[in-house]
């Protein structure tokens, strides 16, 4: 079955700055690939999904993934954070040959003024 | 659009108690998701249906944890006789025919079991 790992538990970075959101992935095909946002208090919200296709994948609110076969990886991105994107991230892993969601641990980003 | 609904949003309940948790998904999606979430196991898939038909049950707890879907647009979740290692947030999510992985969830509802 496929797996997720998300190495880091909690990052803080400052409004206006870069961030990346590590995703590994655990797979012999290729996985159907998610990021979601869960804010305090409330469900997730899926941000961007990879089925196929490009690698480069744009999601919702700014934010971006890159499939990286070769690394088994799905990092997240955005150019510029803003304080409204503090959350908790969850990056997903599905297959095509299972129905069988497998969430990652989870990564809390603090925003810093 | 309204999204999934969840209710109650909180629950405060006694260990014994029976509690049932409540779930109206997007309208015409046909499948429906429970998970559960806390602090040491993160998020898991309890059940899943679709078509109002329970197809992976393998992810409930134990027999005290139940779940229905009586109608497409309604589903419960139930613990009889609920325990303190319960409380835990519970989600509901429902997806689109053919987009099993499409999942868009509810707000949650947060049990508290003293």
């Known amino acids: 079955a496929q797996s997720v790992t998300q190495p880091d538990i909690h990052i803080t970075v400052s409004e206006g700055a870069s961030l990346e959101l590590r995703c590994n992935y655990s797979?012999?095909?290729?996985?159907?690939l998610f990021w979601y946002v869960q804010s305090p208090g409330q469900g997730l919200q899926l941000l961007l999904k990879?089925?196929?296709?490009?690698?480069l994948v744009q999601g919702i609110k700014g934010f971006e993934a890159e499939f990286k076969r070769s690394q088994s990886s799905f990092n997240l991105r955005k150019p510029s954070v803003h304080w409204s994107d503090a959350a908790e991230y969850f990056c997903?892993?599905?297959?095509?040959?299972?129905?069988?969601?497998?969430f990652g641990a989870g990564t809390r980003l603090t925003v810093k003024p | 659009d309204a999204g999934v609904i969840q209710s109650p949003r909180h629950e405060v309940t006694e260990m014994g108690q029976e509690v049932t948790l409540r779930c109206k998904p997007i309208?015409?999606?046909?499948?429906l998701f429970w998970y559960r979430q806390t602090m040491m196991r993160g998020l898991e898939l309890l059940i899943y249906?679709?078509?109002?038909?329970?197809?992976?049950d393998s992810g409930m707890p134990e027999d005290r944890f139940s779940a229905k879907m009586p109608n497409a647009s309604f589903s419960t979740l139930k613990i009889q006789p609920s325990e303190p290692r319960d409380s835990a947030v519970y989600f509901c999510?429902?997806?689109?025919?053919?987009?099993?992985?499409?999942?868009?969830f509810g707000p949650g509802t947060r049990l508290t079991v003293t």
């Open positions: 999510a429902s997806s689109p025919t053919g987009a099993f992985y499409e999942q868009y």
């Open positions: 990879y089925f196929s296709g490009d690698t």
């Open positions: 797979y012999g095909a290729t996985p159907y």
């Open positions: 309208s015409g999606h046909d499948y």
């Open positions: 997903a892993v599905g297959a095509m040959d299972n129905n069988d969601m497998r």
């Open positions: 249906f679709n078509n109002n038909v329970p197809i992976d």
